[in-house]
């Protein structure tokens, strides 16, 4: 059973600049008695309230009615679930069509379901222990149910529409202003309320402009996968394939690492080296998402004869950039610039450079011979002669050539 959240302060501070945002087509999430979805309607050409309350959904159709407000439909969803269903099930669209009366939301419904606004006041209180009340909290740190939504609200949002949402002090700010980092948003504070426990922020947030342009380029269900020190890297679909996208990273003082990448990603494509680069522009770039695992997770999950015949493809491909005098740097410790599904993929090529006496091969031998991994090849039956390998990569160095490649390649055993 679900509580219906009684308004208080958030509510009305919300609602003030609800009825100075509101217009076209509005979405009011979590709508509870429907006092943001009421508020809205005065500008809106049309408004849905959801809630998971099946409660809330009854009293706020009553509270609409004593209002006398005609422009405004309310419907039991947790979040964006009802419109998901629309979207994927023909079935249940044509059932649940079937039963609504109002022509316009009949017609909004049937077409591609985009806002001009949402509204969210969500559950934004850290859950207490003992206690169930899905109308205020909004997970065990508060911010859970804030961070589902931005997963999915650009989906459901214009391209220049707004959200409007409040939460609390109690929720983490900071942690709040990640979550919107993370999904692309841009945002600012429209209002704050200290109260005596709490103090209540209201954010007006709109999609960035990347985030626009990858969406027109047809990624979807865009999010934050890791973080380094240069790049921050999002992961997305494309027509059901997985994506990556790589950006700068805004507190990186490193200069042109971007333009970089995608001009040597687009060199060494043509030799089958890197990951395949799908497209790119002035702030990021793109390319097909690389399954698998990094290459000592690999070597600790898989048997020698797998192993070597991994280690010296990685070579192969090192020899190529080698002829090509280009030089990947990081690759004698390329703990996670080598990924391993069918094939290893190299990656990260942004202080990839030119130079005469490229390093990419005597710096994996390095790698190999260091002393976890050698521990770790050991332990699989592969024992590495490090004294032969250092006079045979000395060699190599001095002549870069096929004949002094296969010399190292044939003390793997």
């Given at each position: 059973m679900f509580e219906v959240y009684e308004p208080m302060e958030d509510s009305f501070l919300l609602a003030e600049h609800v009825k100075r945002y509101s217009k076209g087509f509005v979405l009011d999430v979590g709508t509870g008695p429907g006092i943001q979805a009421i508020a809205a309607s005065e500008k809106a050409k049309l408004v849905i309230g959801i809630d998971i309350s099946r409660d809330a959904i009854k009293l706020a159709r009553e509270n609409a009615f004593k209002q006398n407000v005609k422009n405004i439909c309310f419907f039991e969803s947790s979040l964006f679930d009802l419109f998901k269903k629309i979207q994927a099930k023909k079935q249940f669209k044509n059932n649940f069509l079937k039963e609504i009366k109002n022509k316009r939301i009949h017609s909004f419904l049937e077409k591609n379901v985009l806002f001009d606004l949402i509204i969210f006041n969500p559950p934004y209180l850290p859950q207490d222990k003992g206690i169930s009340d899905k109308s205020i909290y909004g997970g065990i740190k508060g911010h859970e149910t804030l961070e589902r939504f931005f997963s999915e609200a650009s989906e459901y949002l214009k391209e220049n529409g707004k959200i409007l949402i409040v939460f609390s002090s109690l929720t983490n700010k900071e942690k709040v202003d990640k979550i919107l980092q993370d999904y692309y948003f841009e945002f600012k504070?429209?209002?704050?309320?200290?109260?005596?426990?709490?103090?209540?922020?209201?954010?007006?947030?709109?999609?960035?402009?990347?985030?626009?342009?990858?969406?027109?380029?047809?990624?979807?269900?865009?999010?934050?996968?890791?973080?380094?020190?240069?790049?921050?890297?999002?992961?997305?679909?494309?027509?059901?394939?997985?994506?990556?996208?790589?950006?700068?990273?805004?507190?990186?003082?490193?200069?042109?690492?971007?333009?970089?990448?995608?001009?040597?990603?687009?060199?060494?494509?043509?030799?089958?080296?890197?990951?395949?680069?799908?497209?790119?522009?002035?702030?990021?770039?793109?390319?097909?998402?690389?399954?698998?695992?990094?290459?000592?997770?690999?070597?600790?999950?898989?048997?020698?004869?797998?192993?070597?015949?991994?280690?010296?493809?990685?070579?192969?491909?090192?020899?190529?950039?080698?002829?090509?005098?280009?030089?990947?740097?990081?690759?004698?410790?390329?703990?996670?610039?080598?990924?391993?599904?069918?094939?290893?993929?190299?990656?990260?090529?942004?202080?990839?450079?030119?130079?005469?006496?490229?390093?990419?091969?005597?710096?994996?031998?390095?790698?190999?011979?260091?002393?976890?991994?050698?521990?770790?090849?050991?332990?699989?039956g592969i024992k590495l002669n490090k004294d032969k390998i250092i006079k045979l990569a000395k060699t190599y160095k001095k002549e870069q050539t096929k004949e002094n490649l296969n010399k190292i390649l044939n003390t793997l055993n």
């Open positions: 504070k429209l209002d704050e309320k200290k109260l005596f426990f709490e103090t209540l922020f209201v954010y007006l947030i709109k999609k960035s402009s990347l985030l626009k342009t990858l969406e027109k380029k047809g990624l979807r269900n865009i999010k934050k996968f890791a973080r380094g020190h240069r790049g921050l890297l999002y992961q997305a679909n494309l027509k059901k394939k997985g994506v990556a996208i790589k950006t700068k990273n805004p507190k990186s003082k490193a200069k042109a690492r971007i333009a970089n990448e995608v001009k040597w990603i687009k060199i060494l494509n043509k030799y089958k080296i890197g990951p395949k680069l799908l497209f790119s522009g002035r702030e990021y770039f793109a390319y097909e998402f690389v399954e698998g695992d990094f290459i000592l997770d690999f070597i600790e999950k898989n048997n020698k004869e797998d192993i070597i015949k991994i280690i010296k493809n990685v070579f192969n491909q090192l020899y190529i950039m080698d002829k090509l005098k280009v030089d990947k740097e990081e690759m004698h410790h390329p703990l996670k610039h080598i990924i391993i599904d069918k094939k290893p993929v190299l990656i990260d090529f942004e202080r990839c450079k030119k130079t005469k006496k490229p390093k990419n091969i005597t710096q994996f031998c390095q790698f190999l011979m260091s002393w976890s991994t050698g521990l770790l090849l050991k332990q699989k």
